[in-house]
C-alpha cells in the first residue's frame, strides 16, 4: 500500500466530513469564484508559511531547522 493510498484509508472519515463542509461544497459547485478562491489560497498559503518558519522551517530549503537553543548558525542573509 501506498503512502498516499494508507493516508486516505487512516483518515476517510474526516476526509469526508470536510468534503461536506459548506465551503468545499460551494467550491465544488462553482458558487465562489476563482478570484475568491486564488485570494483564499493566499491567506492559507502565508499561514501555513508563517507556521512553518515558527517551528523552525526555513523558507528555500528542506529538513532545515533552525538549531537547538544554545547552539548558533552563522546568518545566511
Known amino acids: 500500500m501506498s503512502r498516499s493510498e494508507a493516508l486516505l484509508e487512516a483518515c476517510a472519515e474526516p476526509l469526508e466530513r470536510a468534503a461536506a463542509m459548506r465551503f468545499a ?38 529538513r532545515t531547522r533552525r538549531p537547538s537553543s544554545g547552539t548558533r548558525r552563522p546568518s545566511t542573509r
Open 25 to 62: 461544497e460551494d467550491v465544488r459547485t462553482g458558487a465562489i469564484g476563482a478570484p475568491e478562491f486564488a485570494d483564499y489560497l493566499e491567506i492559507e498559503a502565508s499561514f501555513v508559511a508563517t507556521a512553518a518558519r515558527l517551528h523552525g522551517w526555513r523558507s528555500g530549503t528542506r
